[in-house]
């Protein structure tokens, strides 16, 4: 292992020490909100796996609620924690709704939520399919394919990964929580993804810290320009509906929502933004070990014409991606012929149309930046370590 990747390891490894400390003041109080949160409830439940072994239909006499289309008496077996190999038969119904509907057939898996109530009846309802299973078998072909065709570099990209589901999980959202201001914490969090992700992947020389610099830059502008123009059109951050049940979740809490959203869009520009920096500086960086006697500014115009092949496809993956988030929105306006101005004005489409260009403008943006900063740090460094 080379001397700049044990540098890049051990940059992690002091990272994540001081973010899970940083977190542990966050994480006392969501213990606390919860167990405040418990002491009112009445049932204590679980939720484990289990496996249908019968479906017996009912007739529609047995049907009391006009909500409901379809009654059964499902048999299931525990397949996880105290209650394992144990079989129950439970009441399911059904609404007629494929969206919220949980059509079960024998050999099925699914999630069922198990309450032992105060009189010591146990009651067992049926929550959700299982799928973990097939989530983790595509997660372990992605860790094998990382690892075939990038050998080490693979390696260092899954640690970068775990790097940021750690930063997120365990530093953002407990902050975010806690009341923290969503933009600061989303910025600081960001910074250090963004620095320990370029320096564990490419080592400590000039295209990383002009990669970093460049990814910076236009995640800050982005931010900035969320910021301002949402708050001149009056966005409220409330326009989905996980951010209306915000509100009522059993922490309480007091969310700046319009905050969040800022957050959220600088977080969703990060990942978009990074590729970009990387992909210019790493090729201005093949440039000169091509062409060691290549003018600075020849450099520069090189990476810029890098950059402008990468920002028209990378500018179309973030409109794209948000345009797909809202696919059935869009449908339904589409239906109802609704007016254009009519659908640009409401708050959910002015969130994601601006989501989407501050996004752009940002990875547009760390182009040049990155492209500069190369050319700088060539001039005044020529540091190409190996």
Known sequence: MRKRDIYALLCFIIIIGIG???????????????????????????????????????????IEHEFFTENMIVTLEILSGDYKGMEFETFHSLTGSFGYDIIVEPGDRVLVTVEDNADGEIEVHISEYLRDSYIYVVMIIFIILLILLGGFQGIKTIITLILT???????????????????????????IITLVTILIVAGFN?????????????????????????????????????????????????????????????????????????????????????????????????????????????????ILAYTGSAMPLLLLFTAYKDPLVKIINLDIIATEIIRAFAGSIGLILSIPLTAITVGILEKHFHNREE
């Not at 006392?28 to 009445?42: F, G, H, K, L, R």
């Not at 049932?43 to 047995?62: G, R």
């Not at 365990?170 to 910025?187: F, R, S």
């Open 20 to 62: 899970m400390n940083t977190v542990s003041a966050e994480e006392i109080y969501v213990e606390e909100s919860v167990i405040e949160y418990e002491d009112i409830q009445t049932k204590d439940f679980v939720i484990e796996k289990a496996k249908v072994l019968k479906v017996e239909k009912l007739d529609e006499s047995s």
């Open 165 to 191: 589901i750690l930063l997120v999980l365990k530093v953002l959202l407990p902050g975010l929580l806690a009341g923290y201001n969503p933009i600061v914490l989303t910025l600081v969090v960001s910074f």
């Open 206 to 318: 000039t295209k990383s810290y002009a990669a970093i610099i460049g990814v910076l830059g236009g995640v800050l502008v982005s931010g900035l320009i969320a910021y301002v123009i949402g708050s001149k059109v009056r966005l409220t951050g409330m326009s989905s509906e996980e951010a209306m049940m915000l509100m009522y979740i059993p922490q309480g809490g007091n969310f700046d929502f319009r905050g969040l959203l800022f957050a959220g869009i600088i977080m969703g520009a990060l990942g978009a933004v990074m590729d970009v920096g990387m992909s210019i500086a790493s090729a201005m960086e093949e440039i000169k070990i091509a062409d060691p006697d290549i003018s600075i500014k020849a450099l520069i115009m090189a990476g810029m014409n890098v950059g402008k092949d990468i920002m028209g496809t990378m500018a179309n993956t973030l």
